[in-house]
């Protein structure tokens, strides 16, 4: 049972940072490319952040020089660093992952998402 598990989200005021985690566990091959996306009630899910097996990474226009994604290969891990955070950022946050389980078994997995809240 592959599964992604975040962590790091809370209330923050704006301008503060947090920085998310989400880690892959059980058994599989390899994790090819990860992302983070972001969804507030009512709106579509929005892609954040992308980053390959190779660490070529992409943003989103509006978290450009604020956001940094970065992953630990050794430990299955991605990590984005949110620092400048404004209240429009204000979304529940969730991972997600090519996973080659085994050879000829590619799945597309989402964590259970993370808070995070920007205000005074």
């Known amino acids: 049972q592959v599964q992604l598990v975040e962590s790091g989200g809370g209330l923050v005021q704006p301008g503060g940072s947090l920085r998310l985690s989400c880690a892959a566990s059980?058994?599989?091959?390899?994790?090819?490319?990860m992302a983070w996306y972001r969804q507030v009630p009512g709106k579509e899910r929005e892609l954040v952040a992308t980053?390959?097996?190779?660490?070529?990474?992409n943003y989103v226009e509006s978290v450009k020089g604020r956001f940094t994604i970065s992953r630990d290969n050794a430990k299955n891990t991605m990590y984005l660093q949110m620092n400048s955070l404004k209240p429009e950022d204000t979304a529940i946050y969730y991972c997600?992952?090519?996973?080659?389980?085994?050879?000829?078994?590619?799945?597309?997995?989402w964590g259970q998402g993370t808070l995070v809240i920007v205000s005074s």
């Open positions: 059980g058994s599989f091959f390899s994790i090819n490319t």
């Open positions: 997600n992952a090519v996973v080659l389980v085994r050879l000829s078994d590619t799945r597309v997995l």
């Open positions: 980053i390959t097996s190779g660490s070529n990474t």
